[in-house]
């Protein structure tokens, strides 16, 4: 069985992830994320601009991806191998769905949390589950 998802649902989880998971990410499973300061200022602005709001962190990001069609670097300071991952909104869009299913209906049904947050964020760094 497969939950196909359409590319607003995996936009939305994928926010949702970076909200709920990010932090936990970063600082549970060292891993870093970097992305170019100019890339960040132009994607605020570029979101304050079109919606009149004042975007947080997560706004910025996918912003970053999704407006302005750039890059988030996360590197995993514990692997020895291909230790920096480059995603896009490419990236997000194919692998989002591959996250495994009880993590995806987790999130389907409201019932998401930290750990369907960074097993989601895993799947699209890495194309697959590696930090439990």
Do not use: W
Request: charged share 25%; glycine share 2%; net charge negative.
């Amino acid at each position: 069985m497969q939950l196909i998802l359409d590319n607003s649902e995996k936009k939305e989880y994928f926010y949702n992830a970076l909200c709920n998971g990010l932090s936990s990410l970063q600082h549970d499973f060292d891993i870093e994320l970097s992305f170019e300061d100019a890339d960040y200022l132009e994607a605020r602005d570029y979101f304050e601009y079109f919606t009149g709001n004042s975007p947080c962190f997560e706004d910025v990001l996918m912003s970053i991806l999704f407006d302005r069609n750039k890059t988030l670097t996360f590197i995993d300071h514990n692997e020895f191998n291909n230790n920096v991952h480059f995603i896009t909104k490419d990236t997000v869009l194919e692998r989002v769905n591959n996250t495994p299913m009880k993590h995806l209906i987790d999130m389907f049904n409201g019932h998401d949390d930290a750990t369907t947050a960074t097993v989601i964020l895993q799947q699209v760094i890495f194309n697959e589950q590696i930090y439990a």
